[in-house]
Nanobody, 121 residues
């Protein structure tokens, strides 16, 4: 089992930045691919970004590529999502996920509870 806890969400103006963190506990985090997803009100959950177990491979949704950066620190069992040039359409609850998946988009076995990101125009 892996427990995931996100933090770092909040309210920011358009053009601003936020860094989300995902703290993992339980089974070793380093074995797993880690992903970030988001869900806006009335919309389905969508993939944002993912990083492989070593941090050597990353993958982004087209809507965030060039603005967001995913990273991880396996020594700290923590993943990160640096979000720059935020837009109102980035407003959503952001979830981190982890699992022994071969595919960046999942499926993932473990999910956090989510953190709210609100971008004002």
């Amino acid at each position: 089992q892996v427990q995931l806890v996100e933090s770092g969400g909040g309210l920011v103006q358009a053009g601003g930045s936020l860094r989300l963190s995902c703290a993992a506990s339980g089974r070793t985090f380093t074995d797993y691919t880690m992903g970030w997803f988001r869900q806006a009100p009335g919309k389905e959950r969508e993939f944002v970004a993912a990083i492989n177990w070593s941090g050597g491979g990353t993958y982004y949704a087209g809507s965030v590529k060039g603005r967001f950066n995913i990273a991880r620190n396996n020594d700290k069992n923590t993943g990160y999502l640096q979000m720059n040039s935020l837009k109102p359409e980035d407003t959503a609850v952001y979830y981190c996920a982890a699992g022994p998946t071969r595919y960046y988009r999942g499926p993932y076995d473990y999910w956090g509870q989510g953190t709210q990101v609100t971008v004002s125009s």
